[in-house]
């Protein structure tokens, strides 16, 4: 007997496929993407621990739906005008936030008395809560020493598409410069664009004494490929971007949103569509139907809707995050290849998984950080970014009648088995596609720019944000970034008789727990020592970027 399946892969779409009330069926497109938008905001909300917006939007986008049960609930939990708590019953309001937001907002103790942290988060997303107290670690294993044999002094170097194994970048000084050619009339030139050609953060520093906060990693000349990326020629990957930089000091700075994220969601008719397309043909799916099949299946979920939040839709940090997120998925179905040791989700499956099920299953892969640690000095004013930016991680969830899918908390083995592969080969993935180095690159900007402001970085060196503030005159450059990607779907025929179908979907990326993770935050005594050395000194001093000089 054949065995087929079909499994829609894709991340969960909170904005077109959010867990929803089918009662009003006769409800318009529009209310129920209102209703999937209050329930992104409601997640969005809660893993920023507003719990109290999270359950007004829960409550009103459950009326919108006409699901009176739901409004009930989150009217009952809702704070009263006369100075109610949302966490009056904070379990039943955690799993009611779970239970309406897709995917289930989570969160990790914090301060052991039922305090909450976010750690979830949905497509493409970057979130930072509130900086949460640090219990210093120690560790002595550490690249510091190596980098202190170089890092004595600053040298004479001027030119900047000179290699440097560590170069520094002041962040006030740059934004200063990049002033005065304004004020000047000056254009804004590609050095100053490519951040003096780093391209990669290996430190953070503060140096109050100069009032200086410092990015610092290795530089040299760079060359633009195909796509106009510039290339560090040292590194082979892309340098870091000033428009990063600005889009991300913004989005984590005062007044700042806190957040960005993108989605690529289906539309919610058309995800109903292909479950109609495989009840009815299903069974005349075999291996030599299973070509046509999978593109009727593609053609049925067609254009997806491309969501950017908390960044401008036309930021290059948005550009971004939309590529490496198609990407990602073109790699999981096999439709694009991944370097030597990286299979796609087929090459994965164990022969039970290839005989599937009838049912269609929802995979879905996400995109977390993945630091080994963020080793800071005990004073809390240098930091050292270690080990790969981006991890991936994965579940299952249940793909309902309507199109609306729910989280089960757990993965199959092929789903785990390839989240842990693309962790494992994502430096081989950055050094084949440039579109993961600069995806580490945003990530590493990000986390600087949430560092400088929830730990007051900038304020101990006497400098605040004001042509790269949200209301400063700096102006980023505009990019397209598609509002629509096309489905891509990908079939697999094991022994001449069972086929699988996978349709891909979007990925999600998740830094804000790394800076509340007590562990991954460690105090190093030796890191202080070596940040007075990277101080700017002599000739250098006038210039917003400098070398460590060699010993």
Known sequence: MLRNSVQLFTAVTCLCLTAASASDKSADSGVHQKAAQLRMEARVAAERGEFSTAVKNI????????????????????????????????????????????????????????????????????????????????????????????????????????????????????????????????????????????????????????????????????????????????????????????????????????????????????????????????????????????????????????????????????????????????????????????????????????????SMDALRWWMAVGYDAIRMSPDGKSFEFSGNSVECLSENQLVHENGDRTGTGKASRANTKFADLFTKHLPELAAQDPVFADLENVFDLAMVAALIHERGLGLRAGWSPKAFAANGDYRTQSLEVPEELMTAAQFRVFDGRSVVVQVAGGVRVDVADLISDKDRLQSAEELAARSDTATPIGQQRDSWWWDAAEK
């Not at 809707?305 to 550009?319: E, K, L, T």
């Open 59 to 358: 409550m009103e986008a459950s009326e919108l739906t006409g699901d009176r049960q739901t409004a009930a609930r989150a009217r009952r939990l809702t704070p009263s005008a006369a100075g109610g708590s949302p966490f009056a019953n904070f379990q039943e309001t955690m799993t009611l936030i779970q239970e309406q937001t897709t995917p289930p907002a989570r969160w990790i103790s914090v301060d052991g008395e039922g305090g909450a942290m976010s750690i979830s988060s949905q497509g493409v997303f970057v979130g930072l809560p509130a900086m949460m107290a640090v219990q210093a670690l120690m560790s002595d294993d550490s690249q510091l020493l190596k980098a202190a044999e170089f890092a004595k002094n600053a040298n004479q170097n001027k030119d900047v598409r000179k290699a440097a194994k560590l170069r520094m970048v002041s962040i006030p000084r740059l934004e200063q410069h990049v002033q005065n050619l304004e004020q000047q009339g000056q254009p804004v030139t590609d050095d100053i664009r490519n951040m003096a050609g780093i391209s990669r953060i290996d430190y953070l520093f503060v140096f109050p004494e100069t009032s200086d906060v410092v990015i610092a990693g290795p530089a040299g000349n760079w060359t633009l490929d195909a796509d106009g990326r510039a290339i560090s020629s040292m590194t082979m990957r892309p340098t870091l971007n000033l428009d990063d930089l600005v889009t991300l000091t913004r989005t984590f700075g005062q007044s700042g949103p806190g957040f960005f994220m993108c989605t690529i969601d289906p539309k919610k008719g058309q995800v109903g569509a292909v479950q109609d397309f495989v009840k009815k043909n299903q069974r005349n799916l075999n291996a030599g139907t299973a070509a046509v099949f999978t593109q009727q299946v593609e053609q049925t979920l067609g254009l997806q809707n491309v969501f950017v939040r908390g960044i401008p839709q036309d930021s290059h940090v948005a550009s971004v995050i939309v590529e490496a997120d198609y990407r990602m998925k073109e790699i999981g179905i096999g439709k694009r290849q991944g370097p030597k040791g990286m299979k796609s989700y087929f090459d994965l499956l164990t022969r039970s998984e290839q005989r599937g099920s009838s």
